[in-house]
Nanobody
Framework: QVQLVESGGGLVQPGGSLRLSCAASRIFVSGNSMGWYRQAPGRERELVALITMYGTTKYADSVKGRFTISRDNAKNTVYLQMNSLKPEDTAVYYC??????WGQGTQVTVSS
């Protein structure tokens, strides 16, 4: 079965950076639309960024210019580089393949 394993979350100070990774099994990231969502306590899950099979990217307005989604086809992995992190970026971040398969999530906490 398809498996997505996220990693790279943690505690970081405001203004800091993190890079999330999503390693995929039994599915090719190069041939699918891959996305990162996040869910903060008491809030709905929201799209953060996605990359299509053609390489087109899309970002939530709140992260434009700070976050970058990319993929490494050889490693079958999708990344989310997060810079200039803010406390409001605190959430559990989930990787998804075409909104069909989901990872278990990784916690990102931005706090001083």
């Amino acid at each position: 079965q398809v498996q997505l394993v996220e990693s790279g979350g943690g505690l970081v100070q405001p203004g800091g950076s993190l890079r999330l990774s999503c390693a995929a099994s039994r599915i090719f990231v190069s041939g699918n639309s891959m996305g990162w969502y996040r869910q903060a306590p008491g809030r709905e899950r929201e799209l953060v960024a996605l990359i299509t099979m053609y390489g087109t990217t899309k970002y939530a307005d709140s992260v434009k210019g700070r976050f970058t989604i990319s993929r490494d086809n050889a490693k079958n992995t999708v990344y989310l580089q997060m810079n200039s992190l803010k406390p409001e970026d605190t959430a559990v971040y989930y990787c998804t393949v075409a909104n069909t398969y989901w990872g278990q999530g990784t916690q990102v906490t931005v706090s001083s």
